[in-house]
Nanobody, 122 residues
Framework: QVQLVESGGGLVQAGGSLRLSCAAS????????MGWYRQAPGKEREWVAA????????YYGDPVKGRFSVSRDNAKNTLYLQMSSLKSEDTAVYYC???????????????WGQGTQVTVSS
C-alpha cells in the first residue's frame, strides 16, 4: 500500500526557516510528480509547490515564491520543502501529495500524506 509520511513541522518564529520531509513507500517514486499543499483552519486546501518526476522542474504558488524551495531525492524516495522567511500566514497543516500527472495533482487520483503542523509565531 502507498504511504506518504510528512515530518519536520513545528513551531518557528516569523522570519525563520523550517525544512519539511515526505517519505514515500509502496510506489515507484520516480514515476510520480510530487507536491505540497497546506490547509489553515477555516480555509480551503491550498497548493504550495510541485516538482517533476526527476526534479528538473519546480512550480510554486504565488504566496510562497522566492521563499520556499521544493526538491526531491529519488534514491531516498523522499520529497522536501525548504521554507524560509516564514510568515504568520504560512501557519497551516502541510500535506505531501503524489500523482502520475501534474494535471491530476490534488485531484481524485492523488495520494496524500497525513500532514504535519507548521506554526509560525509573530
Amino acid at each position: 500500500q502507498v504511504q506518504l509520511v510528512e515530518s519536520g513541522g513545528g513551531l518557528v518564529q516569523a522570519g525563520g526557516s523550517l525544512r519539511l520531509s515526505c517519505a514515500a513507500s509502496g510506489l515507484t517514486f520516480g514515476n510520480y510528480v510530487m507536491g505540497w499543499y497546506r490547509q489553515a483552519p477555516g480555509k480551503e486546501r491550498e497548493w504550495v509547490a510541485a516538482i517533476s518526476t526527476r526534479g528538473v522542474t519546480t512550480y510554486y504558488g504565488d504566496p510562497v515564491k522566492g521563499r520556499f524551495s521544493v526538491s526531491r531525492d529519488n534514491a531516498k524516495n523522499t520529497l522536501y520543502l525548504q521554507m524560509s522567511s516564514l510568515k504568520s500566514e504560512d501557519t497551516a497543516v502541510y500535506y505531501c501529495a503524489a500523482d502520475t500527472l501534474l494535471s491530476r495533482l490534488g485531484g481524485t487520483t492523488t495520494y496524500w500524506g497525513q500532514g504535519t503542523q507548521v506554526t509560525v509565531s509573530s
